[in-house]
């Protein structure tokens, strides 16, 4: 289970926090738990997303919640840059109490080519182990996939991307796996006990598919897949230093990521792995989410960073050479805190969710906060 909160509501603030050398950090949309304090039918606890499309519009999942029901498990929302917010689905539990159409719609959200979103849920279903999911812009809902079909469970749920060839593709602890759009699943790779348990993957520019996994004592390692199934090793750093974001091939043909140790790291397609910056606890001392912006740099965030003692969580920037450029701290009690993800809309800005927060009060709830765009031209 993802994580847990206790309701409570959110006023809608746009307060910048920061002094202009520094990241602003406004939220700008209060839609979590304001319409009702005890059943909350418009979800809490922002789960993944945002994504925007050409309409404008944000589309994300929460968590918990939602409408119809007291023990709903999580929305499908969509909520414009001005604020205004709608639910589009929401998880229920059926009759007997089984969330037939999966619950907690926390592990994947992704657009497909078609226009539509697929996503994976952690629980719920036929089997109990979640469900694959697609729902169009406009709320129409259909569950793909129960996971969990095949005997002993191969088809476990996980994290998915999409792929070039406009299927999905994903891992479970030891399973590559492949889901077409109509809902087929197969298995690509298996992983051993000598591979690792692996984490995330991405496609790279060449086709293969590029994943990070943990191996013996917490080590984390580099793999490689084609689509036809051949896994590679390609590198393991040392133990007790895990990979905790995705990887992102930048512009420049190289991957990059973060680390338990606080760096950020470059690993070119050659095989050569840099730390190329160390982050301070201020700025983000384990990152956790990482993407390339349209300025070229490296824009992440850090769950657990800032000198506050809650440590509400940071946003940074990173030059892909390994300068760092800017950080700015969250606020549990106004921005919201423990940023998940986040993406760059079409107007530059910087939209993402935070898991926690979001008012002057102890119970977490989240919110969908907004970056500046202007900081990125701003230096520490």
């Given amino acids: 289970m993802k994580h847990l909160s206790t309701f409570a509501c959110i006023v809608l603030l746009a307060t910048t926090l920061h002094a202009s050398s520094t990241p602003a950090i406004s939220q700008v949309f209060a839609f979590f738990c304001n319409q009702s304090f005890t059943s909350c039918p418009d979800g809490f606890d922002p789960a993944v997303g945002p994504i925007q499309l050409s309409n404008g519009f944000l589309y994300g999942t929460t968590w918990w919640a939602g409408q ?76 793909l996939y129960n996971f969990c079909s095949l005997s002993g469970c191969p088809d476990g749920p996980g994290k998915i991307i999409l792929g070039f060839d406009g299927s999905f593709y994903g891992v479970t602890t030891n399973v590559v796996f492949r889901l077409t ?50 896994f590679t090793i390609l590198y393991t750093l040392q133990q007790f230093k895990n990979i905790t974001t995705s990887l992102v091939q930048a512009s420049d043909g190289n991957f990059y990521g973060g680390t338990s140790y606080g760096t950020v790291f470059q690993f070119t397609p050659a ?52 300068t760092v450029l800017t950080s700015a701290e969250f606020s549990c009690a106004s921005t919201g805190c ?28 989240g919110t969908l906060f907004k970056i500046d765009a202007a900081l990125t031209t701003r230096v520490k």
């Fill in 68 to 143: 119809g029901s007291a023990n709903a498990g999580g929305t499908v929302f969509a909520t414009s840059i001005s604020g205004k917010t709608k639910v589009l689905h929401t998880f229920e539990p059926g009759p007997n109490g089984k969330f037939l159409n999966g619950e907690n719609p926390a592990i994947a959200f992704v657009k497909g080519t078609d226009g539509n979103f697929y996503g994976v849920t952690e629980s719920g279903g036929a089997n109990s182990f979640g469900v694959f999911y697609k729902i169009t812009p406009t709320g129409a809902f259909q569950v």
């Fill in 181 to 230: 759009p109509q809902g087929a699943w197969s298995s690509i790779y298996t992983l051993t006990s000598t591979d690792g348990t692996a984490q995330t993957l991405i496609q790279g520019v060449d086709g293969n598919f590029y994943g990070t996994a943990i191996y013996g004592l917490e080590a984390g390692r580099i793999f490689q897949v084609t689509p036809s199934g051949q």
């Fill in 271 to 322: 095989g050569q792995f840099t730390d190329i910056a160390t982050l301070t606890a201020a700025e983000g001392p384990t990152p956790t989410f990482l993407l390339q912006a349209s300025d070229g740099n490296l824009w992440g965030l850090s769950q657990n960073g800032g000198t506050a003692p809650d440590r509400p969580g940071t946003v940074f920037a990173v030059s892909t050479t390994g």
């Fill in 338 to 365: 423990k940023p998940e993800q986040m993406t760059q809309g079409a107007d530059g800005e910087f939209y993402g969710v935070a898991i926690m927060g979001g008012k002057a009060t102890s119970n977490p709830l």
